[in-house]
């Protein structure tokens, strides 16, 4: 509604070419039609697992993008530059209004929906209610049994009056007699994957022998993909590039001005196919940050190796802008499984050797891990997501991931490094809560 007012009030008069009332339609319709695609993209309409903060932060987020495209459809329209603030006192109403809408659909959607009876069953990993706890979701999910898949097994009548149940961990056989009885019931299931589930999610349905089959193979994106893809990295890198040349430069001068260090640092990473390159960052850290040659993982805030001008540029994600020369030259993609060390990666590997896989396809500046991925997520379960990005590639996809990074800028939670002590990979259990910092 306030860009509505903002359009119909303002900018529709100053055009260069006078708008007739079917145009307008159009203009009102295409920025709806933006809000609702940010709006899904940041689950700004999800109100049933959205923390309150969050709902009201992805709205919030969701009219900023919208508005921002308009606001250059509108300078085109204008031939020049157009006066910004009505465009800001529209977007103050709509954040406005967007806290309010938020307040009332939570408090009236939990006020018509009772919490789900649930039933959480595991196998190798645990934690899913206090998961739920966590995410503050009680009011969706009422937890009324922890019940370990044997247990479940021995009478799979005891789920009998169960509306959800979440299956965390458990293996292809079990799992598939419990998912048979949940559709027979009417329950619905919630699945954690394993690592064979998520492989098998981007398999390719045929008939052969007069036979459905699934064919799984090796990530084979199409080239018309590739070429896009690239065509895409080279465009936004060199626009980013150009844009974002006098941060870099500030950036550089306040790194050098701090200890007279070196504005960059390299550090061998891998990408597809296990092949070793160097990323480039600005330098965040002290100088002797591993001094004794030990590879060291971030702990985050706490991490007394950070400089000053380092948590700053960590905090808003500058110290990554170089990798932008590494797009534009193709050594990385703007999309893509985060690039590793090859020290850490191998102490994946001895806990979990299928953290290989995830070199399928050419490292990225921003992943579906990242974008996904919250301070809890564990080693095992990033993996999982970056196979679920490789299972399935496409352009939609990775312009999906794009505009869904912008809503991580500004969460803290999503530079969180490991805990205090915990400096090795070696926290891979099912069962950890810790996320280690693949950046």
Request: hydrophobic fraction near 45%; aromatic fraction near 12%; glycine fraction near 6%.
């Amino acid at each position: 509604m306030q860009f509505v007012i903002c359009w119909h009030e303002y900018y529709a008069e100053r055009v260069a070419v006078p708008f007739l009332n079917r145009q307008n339609l159009l203009m009102i319709a295409f920025y709806v039609l933006l809000y609702v695609i940010f709006g899904c993209v940041y689950d700004g309409f999800n109100i049933s697992v959205q923390k309150l903060s969050l709902l009201i932060y992805s709205q919030a987020l969701a009219a900023f993008m919208a508005d921002g495209i308009m606001f250059i459809v509108i300078w085109i329209l204008m031939q020049r530059f157009p006066n910004p603030f009505p465009g800001f006192a529209a977007l103050a109403g709509q954040i406005a209004w967007a806290a309010i809408w938020s307040v009332v659909a939570h408090k009236l959607y939990f006020a018509t929906h009772q919490a789900k009876r649930t039933a959480v069953i595991y196998d190798v990993r645990r934690g899913v209610d206090g998961l739920i706890r966590e995410y503050k979701l009680e009011k969706k999910f009422d937890v009324q049994a922890v019940i370990s898949i044997e247990r479940c097994l021995s009478n799979i009548n005891m789920l009998e009056g169960m509306e959800t149940v979440f299956l965390s961990g458990v293996h292809s056989h079990e799992r598939n007699i419990i998912l048979k009885y949940c559709i027979a019931n009417k329950i619905q299931a919630y699945v954690i994957p394993r690592v064979g589930d998520v492989i098998m999610s981007g398999a390719k349905k045929i008939h052969l022998f007069h036979l459905p089959m699934l064919c799984v193979g090796r990530y084979h994106p199409t080239p018309e993909y590739l070429f896009v893809k690239r065509l895409f990295d080279i465009a936004a890198s060199g626009i980013a590039i150009v844009v974002l040349s006098p941060i870099m430069l500030v950036t550089a001068i306040a790194i050098k001005a701090e200890d007279g260090g070196p504005v960059l640092y390299k550090q061998l990473r891998l990408t597809k196919d296990g092949k070793e390159f160097y990323i480039t960052k600005f330098r965040s850290m002290r100088v002797d940050a591993e001094k004794d040659g030990i590879a060291r993982l971030s702990t985050g805030e706490n991490d007394d190796r950070i400089t000053r001008v380092g948590h700053f540029i960590r905090k808003v994600r500058i110290d990554e802008l170089p990798q932008l020369f590494q797009i534009l030259s193709g050594a990385l993609s703007i999309v893509g499984p985060r690039p590793e060390r090859p020290e850490i990666a191998a102490e994946y590997e001895k806990e979990m050797p299928e953290f290989r896989l995830r070199l399928q396809a050419k490292a990225g500046l921003t992943g579906y891990a990242q974008v996904y991925g919250k301070y809890n997520t564990t080693p095992y379960d990033k993996l999982q997501m970056d196979l679920m990005y490789i299972a399935q590639p496409s352009f939609l996809e990775d312009l999906r991931i794009i505009f869904a990074t912008v809503k991580i800028l500004f969460l803290p939670e999503s530079t969180a490094g490991i805990s205090e002590g915990q400096t090795t990979a070696m926290s891979v259990g099912k069962d950890c809560n810790i996320e280690i910092e693949i950046s």
